[in-house]
């Protein structure tokens, strides 16, 4: 049994930063890839960035390139470093777990409870 636990959510004012951090417990072995999702107010959940278990190949979503960088310090945790906010980036932020995990596809195996991103203008 894999749980993530997300932390580091918050309001801030656009143009500002945010670092989201998502440790995971339990075996990881099968859950190559972990990475980061959201979903906004009445909208599909998205993936944002995803990254493998090597920390060496990571991708994210177009709306987010050159804003936001994932990384994985540790085996078992992950972290979104949110830079140039804007308040279409608000919404509840999820880390997700899986043996594969693509942006375009917001299905995981194991997901966490979330943290909310709230962005003003």
């Known amino acids: 049994q894999v749980q993530l636990v997300e932390s580091g959510g918050g309001s801030v004012q656009a143009g500002g930063s945010l670092t989201l951090s998502c440790a995971a417990s339990g075996d990881l072995y099968y859950y190559r890839y972990m990475g980061w999702f959201r979903q906004a107010p009445g909208k599909e959940r998205e993936g944002v960035a995803v990254i493998h278990a090597s920390g060496r190949m990571a991708d994210y979503a177009d709306s987010v390139k050159r804003r936001f960088t994932i990384r994985r310090d540790k085996p078992n945790t992950i972290y979104l470093e949110m830079n140039s906010l804007d308040p279409d980036d608000t919404g509840m932020y999820y880390c997700?777990?899986?043996?594969?995990?693509?942006?375009?596809?917001?299905?995981?195996?194991?997901w966490g409870q979330g943290t909310q991103v709230t962005i003003s203008s």
């Open positions: 997700a777990a899986d043996a594969v995990l693509e942006v375009a596809v917001a299905t995981a195996r194991c």
